[in-house]
């Protein structure tokens, strides 16, 4: 196969339990359709696959037990359908995929349990389909997708275990098709999200079908998005989640578009009902000075800091106890205006109060923490 250098159709390579690289392959430059390389158990990379710049049609990498990276693609830079991996179960990286720009389909990276980044997707700014993160139970955060600024299709994040917000996500402000959350079982609040202004579809956070977020306490993240762009809302079995009372659920359920469905959450947003009386109360009384609040506060586990910086400034958090002793020093770095959230973790810590001191280049204020027993 050395001299081979253009395929004028599909190119399938499957069940080869003898195969660990691709090198005979190393003079291809073309191929007319899709590539589908599956189940092939002794593959450790891509390497051959050198010369390939543009696809076709899709790229399907599913089930190749012991494949380690996606070496071989560093050339590749645009794909004229969708990228789905999948079931790989080695596969660590795929920043390979680096110089790879433009993707004319939807995205799915699912069920690789070693992966734990998505370092390789940063040259995505949009997508024309959806974005799918199943079951990858070891990916830590979304940074790889640091530059992505749209997505048409929707946005799935489902049952990655190992990440505890939405960081990655900064650059998105526009979401086509709705956005789906479920059964990621460290997730604790949404921040990352705080761009997304436009939506275009529903929010489904939980449920029966996707999976509840247990350890997730609030919807911070989601404030800002357009209530008018919200179509639908389904908020259950999150068993952890007091606070849904944000802008953008507040207006939605003022003047709903579709279904509202809350319920089997923790008290504060287990029914509609609660969640517009929280909605009223946080309008002037809770929050009478909203550039710096706790919540949940009363909390059990984690509490969310949230601040709104009108200027670059240094920012330093510092949790106290009673005597005013320094337990966690938890951020001290620079900081661009807008919005920012710190997530404290309070399970090392006896039940009680405690204080959060935070220091801007323009003051200092100290909030107060009630941590109740769990």
Known sequence: ????????????????DMLTDLSPLGNLTYISAYLYIYDNDALLNLSGLEGIT??????????NDVLVSLDGLENLNSINSYLSVGYNQALTDISALENLTSIQGSISINHNPV????????GITATTGGIGMYYNTSLKDFSGLANLASIWGGLEVQGNDSITNFSGFDQLTFLHGGLIIGDNMSLINLSGLENLTTLEGGIVIGTNVYGGNPQLSNLFGL?????????NLIISQNTNLQDCAITSICEYLASPNGIVEIHDNASGCNSPEQVE????SNDNEIRPDNSIYLS????STYVTLCIDLPNKSVLQCVLLDLSGYALKHLVDEQKLPGKHQITIDLNSVNAGMYFVLVRTEMGTQIKRIVKLRH
């Not at 404030?223 to 179509?231: K, M, P, Q, R, V």
């Not at 949940?296 to 909390?299: D, K, M």
């Open 115 to 122: 992966l734990q980044s998505l370092d390789g997707l940063s």
């Open 1 to 16: 196969m050395e001299n081979l250098t253009s395929i004028g159709e599909s190119f399938w390579i499957d069940n080869n």
């Open 277 to 280: 009386e929280e909605c009223i």
């Open 54 to 63: 543009t696809l076709n049609d899709f790229l399907w990498i599913w089930g």
């Open 223 to 231: 404030e800002n998005i357009d209530a008018g762009s919200i179509t």
């Open 296 to 299: 949940p506060n009363p909390c």
